[in-house]
Nanobody, 124 residues
Framework: QVHLVESGGGLVQPGGSLRLSCVAS????????LGWFRQAPGKEREEVAG????????KYADSVKGRFTISRDNGENTVWLQMTSLTPEDTGVYYC?????????????????WGQGTQVTVSS
């Protein structure tokens, strides 16, 4: 069982930046594929970014490419989502997700473990 705890959300003005963190426990972090998802009110949960185990290959939703960066530190059991040039459309609850895949990119439906979410609000 993987336990995920997110932090770093908050209120930020348009154009601002935030860094979300997710600390994992209960499994060998090195072998986890990790992702960040978000859900805005009235909308489906969407995958924002992912990073796989092994080669740390990353992927991003088109809406965040060039603005968001996902990274991980296996020694700290932590994955981050650095968000820049934020817009009101980035508002939502951000979730960290994980699945035990080695060097394979999971589909959005394959993630097994989820954090409780952290609220990000972009507003002036």
């Amino acid at each position: 069982q993987v336990h995920l705890v997110e932090s770093g959300g908050g209120l930020v003005q348009p154009g601002g930046s935030l860094r979300l963190s997710c600390v994992a426990s209960g499994f060998n972090f090195e072998f986890l594929a990790l992702g960040w998802f978000r859900q805005a009110p009235g909308k489906e949960r969407e995958e924002v970014a992912g990073i796989r185990s092994g080669d740390n290959l990353t992927k991003y939703a088109d809406s965040v490419k060039g603005r968001f960066t996902i990274s991980r530190d296996n020694g700290e059991n932590t994955v981050w989502l650095q968000m820049t040039s934020l817009t009101p459309e980035d508002t939502g609850v951000y979730y960290c997700a994980a699945v035990a895949f080695w060097s394979r990119t999971p589909s959005r439906d394959e993630y097994e473990f989820w954090g409780q979410g952290t609220q990000v609000t972009v507003s002036s």
